[in-house]
């Protein structure tokens, strides 16, 4: 996010990032290799790896139903990994 307009929803989302991945690292001491795997899959199927519009399309209903309850969903995953 280069533009300036965007840089407090950067700084957000980078403290949100820490705060995530700390939630998620008391679960499972493997999930950052699991983000990134996961991460280079949905890059993979983007023409512009630089333009996320069609990502954050395809998710933006997704998303505020997957963070709402963050601990719910983490036990979830855990499970579902089992």
Not at 7 to 13: D, F, P, Q
Not at 16 to 29: E, H, P, T, V
Not at 36 to 62: F, G, H, I, R, W
Request: glycine fraction near 2%; aromatic fraction near 8%.
């Amino acid at each position: 996010m280069k533009a300036p307009r965007m840089k407090g929803v950067a700084e957000k989302l980078q403290a949100q990032y820490k705060i995530a991945f700390g939630l998620a690292n008391k679960y499972d001491s493997h999930a950052i290799d699991k983000f990134d795997v996961a991460k280079s899959t949905l890059l993979s199927v983007l023409p512009d790896k630089q333009n996320l519009s069609e990502l954050m399309a395809a998710y933006k209903d997704k998303c505020p139903q997957i963070i709402s309850d963050p601990k719910k969903r983490l036990n979830y995953w855990q499970m579902a990994d089992m």
